[in-house]
């Protein structure tokens, strides 16, 4: 399997635009998971889906942003609009029920200026 | 409440020697999962080590071991004989079926390895 695939990795875009994040979860996984990293916040949870339904969306900043998961192996996570504040790098992870680690993508960073 | 409680923003150790990144928790749950993750300069997460609450042995994953002591609710994180590789980010996290199987982190430790 190639893992959990982000995309853009990169993405830079001026104030105001609309941003959509892209992810693949792992084949098979159940649970899908959004974060957003910075430095003054470090790693914050932003949304959790199991079995394609939004379970909890309470770190979800603000209705600028919303997120989807239309089948199980894809999922957005759209900021409309954008705002300076919301550079940041995103993760996307997956994993199986229960205890079982979760798998990271190799994160989109973006840059809204 | 924080969930997840590391309290090392930084750490040094020197190369060769061992090193512990502190790790508590918290959670009603009786069934949970702690988990340490890290993540190198590149900026990649990378599953290090996993204990279940009711796992009667410490985990250990190569120089990776998690030393679980349950009643205390910490799950400190041991590498043993440091690498210069080693110097990274390093998060702690906790699975519960309390809040539905969701991951909490910690704030993280930075750790450098001094050659």
């Known amino acids: 399997d190639a893992g959990v695939i982000q995309s853009p990795r990169h993405e830079v875009t001026e104030m105001g635009q609309e941003v959509t994040l892209r992810c693949k979860p792992i084949?098979?996984?159940?649970?899908l998971f959004w974060y957003r990293q910075t430095m003054m916040r470090g790693l914050e949870l932003l949304i959790y889906?199991?079995?394609?339904?939004?379970?909890?969306d309470s770190g979800m900043p603000e209705d600028r942003f919303s997120a989807k998961m239309p089948n199980a192996s894809f999922s957005t996570l759209k900021i409309q609009p954008s705002e300076p504040r919301d550079s940041a790098v995103y993760f996307c992870a997956s994993s199986l029920p229960a205890y079982t680690e979760a798998f990271f993508g190799q994160g989109t960073r973006l840059t809204v200026v | 409440a924080q969930k997840i409680t590391q309290t090392q923003p930084g750490m040094f150790v020197q190369e060769k020697e061992a090193v512990t990144l502190d790790c508590t928790y918290d959670?009603?749950?009786?069934?949970?999962?702690l988990f340490w993750y890290k993540q190198p300069s590149s900026g990649e997460m990378i599953f290090l080590i996993y204990?279940?609450?009711?796992?009667?042995q410490n985990a250990t994953e190569g120089r990776y071991s998690l030393n679980f002591q349950k009643a205390r609710k910490s799950a400190n994180l041991v590498i043993s004989a440091s690498q210069l590789g080693d110097s990274a980010m390093y998060f702690c996290a906790m699975r519960d079926t309390n809040t539905g199987n969701q991951f909490y982190f910690g704030t993280g430790t930075s750790l450098t390895v001094i050659p």
């Open positions: 959670t009603s749950d009786p069934s949970y999962g």
């Open positions: 084949s098979g996984h159940n649970s």
């Open positions: 889906f199991n079995n394609n339904v939004p379970i909890d």
């Open positions: 204990q279940g609450s009711y796992d009667q």
